[in-house]
């Protein structure tokens, strides 16, 4: 078997996966025989290679059934119970089709809802002739998990006539909103004048819907046989674990712009999720980082360019979303996405490509409440260039060596403690999170890594010298992921950090292998075939020196923070099939000797400090109402209700605004212009900061005397 890459940081993982450049892909032209022996290889490899060894089973096949399920009609729009019925005899047959190469389930699912869009089609024109009463009460479910699949078409019917319902309010609120700034107009006196089913505005928003709808189910209709089938290959891949992912064909040319990362565009990680098309994360020194108000876990609703007509992607496929987003350096992307909560916001981007400088590690020294000083360090991404040889002069920068630069220059400054940030920081190489560790503890292991036969591999830090032996106080969140998580695991695990945060970080403990298929045929097949795209496969597991394994689990802090993400149900831990957390045998360390952190105390004081800090209670309260927003899952399907939701989220962002909790903690206005902060402005502000602060201004009563002859 030949492998091509190694993937161990989220930010290269969630590239591949998502957001590949499909737009210069050439048409594979649908091939009986090519299906057949990609089905084959998927069969035999999977089971072969990935980490875990899951038979190709019943039980598989009815995992992979699921996932298939749910992409093929992901808001349950479609598809009659008695269809999901009839499908699901194939439901644990997956992997005889697969090993036999016979392949139904398919086509009958692309027959069956292809079938059912061209019904819904044909319904709607007699919906909106009927029109719709603005007034009537009626409320439509927005988690598809809540809804069941309908049992006719009457029910069908119903459905999509609330669907529509809400799509006309929604348009024509967003119309008066326009018509509004325009003519300086109230709501109430546009009421006054004419009936709201009578007036332009209503009209035009009937007309925009029925159009919108209309090209909706034309470009479901043209998904060809090939893309069905491809995701029916992903669907049996993803099965094995989240990670893993059948890669359809595409060109080397859009494979080497992502890898570097100068792709023209947002900046932003997508993936498909229940028929929508998600932000993972967003990529440091990206267009969208510097706007600040677009953030993982968001909802792309529409795509719009700078004066022209949005363009719905809701059950859009990622490479048709991406070919939308995607676009010129300079030009303007209006995206209206839905936050956690369920607040639509729009948000304006103009694309551009990732400014390579922004992503390196920044550095500040801050002055402590005490008068201290204290050294600031963040690290957005674990980069590294691999093309440069290692210790070569002139070599291409990595993180490592910024973070030494940035110690080495802070040391000189005085300054007598470190708080390290590893927020929003989804990994990289994973040499580097050995190295920096290094840099802070004298030598010795850092992290296991069990590969698929068994094997543990120690990787350690070979270098006995200490760059900065002082306090250190290290911030993470739910989307510090990967070798983020190594390192604040290890500096955890010696005791040489103590570690701030929310009640965990990712959870992403894995790594992958990319495997061209073109290159691993079998022996009997000589006959050349269209590129047969690839597989990535979840191939090894991180460990911590302790024995724990950061998969699904994550780092949990030793003192938990309230944040404005903990009403988010993010990380490893709420994905389909991910592997489960579990233990191998701890390896022999010397706990860290210097100064150190006594946790229980720390602890306490600073639980103490976060009660009675104002800008923490604002955050736990704006995070309570988020949460209470994101559970409401039933929304209102008539003019009043809508017109309350919308107020009660015009609030809500004008309440976080006003903590300076917009975006990434920074002040945004509500028209997407950032303020403009240095480094050192935003880390006072910062109010996980402070708690660092804090600590190291009452270090020396919080100091643990450690024998060093223990």
Known sequence: MRIMRYFTGWLILMTLSSTMAWANVKPIKFDPARNRLIAYMLSHQLPAQHFSHIPFDDALSERAFTLYLRQLDPRKRFLLQSDVDELEAFADHIDDELLRGRMVLPDAGMQILNDRIRQVKAMLGPIMDKGFDPERKEYLESDPKKISWTTGKKELADRWRRVLKFQVLDEYLNDLDKEKKKKDISVKKAKKKISIIDSPVWKTALATVRERNLHYFDRLLKETRQEHYNRYFDAVARAFDPHTNYLPPTSKEDFDIHMSGSLEGIGALLREDDGHIKVVRIIP?????????????????????????????????????????????????????????????????????????????????????????????????????FNAPRDAAGSGRNVTDDTRHALVGMKKKGISGL????????????????????????????????????????????????????????????????????????????????????????????????????????????????????????????????GGSTQYKGVEPDIVAPSMLDYLKTGEKYMDYSLPWDTVQAVAYEPWPGFSFAVDKARNLAERWIAANKKFQEIKELSEKARQRREKT?????????????????????????????????????????????????????????????????????????????
Request: proline fraction near 4%; avoid cysteine.
């Open 285 to 385: 020194g990206s267009a969208a980082e510097r706007q600040g108000q677009l953030q993982a876990e968001d909802i792309i609703l529409s795509v719009a360019e700078k004066g022209g007509k949005p363009v719905d992607i809701n059950d859009m496929r990622i490479r048709e979303a991406v070919s939308y987003i995607r676009g010129p350096k300079g030009t303007e992307v209006i995206l209206t996405v839905r936050k956690p909560d369920g607040v639509k916001q729009v948000i304006p981007i103009v694309r551009d490509v990732v400014k390579i400088e922004e992503t390196y590690v920044k550095s500040a020294v801050v002055t402590g409440h005490g008068g201290r000083k204290v050294g600031y360090i963040k690290i957005p991404s674990f980069y590294r260039d």
């Open 634 to 710: 039933k929304v209102a399907d008539f003019l009043a209700g809508l017109e309350k939701e919308r107020a009660e989220a015009k609030k809500a962002r004008e309440e976080a605004k006003a903590a300076g909790l917009m975006g990434a903690g920074l002040d945004d206005d509500l028209n997407g212009k950032k303020e403009k902060k240095s480094l050192l402005e935003q880390v006072k502000d910062d109010p996980f900061v402070g708690v660092g602060l804090l600590l190291m201004d009452h270090a020396s009563g919080l100091r643990r005397a450690r024998d060093r002859d223990e």
């Open 419 to 546: 708080i390290l940030d590893l927020r929003n920081d989804g990994g990289g190489a994973l040499t580097d999170a050995v190295d920096i560790s290094g840099l802070f503890l004298p030598g010795g292991p850092v992290v296991q890594v069990k590969n698929s036969r068994g094997m543990i591999r120690i990787l350690e830090d070979r270098d006995p010298n200490v760059v900065y032996d002082g306090p250190l106080v290290v911030l993470v969140n739910q989307f510090s992921a990967s070798a983020s998580e190594i390192l604040a695991a290890a500096l955890q695990d010696y005791g040489r950090a103590i570690i701030i945060g929310g009640e965990h970080t990712h959870g992403k403990g894995t790594v992958q292998a990319l495997i061209d298929l073109n290159r691993n045929l079998p022996l009997f097949h000589l006959k050349k075939y269209d590129d047969l795209g690839a597989l990535k496969v979840t191939i090894q597991k991180f460990y911590r020196i302790t």
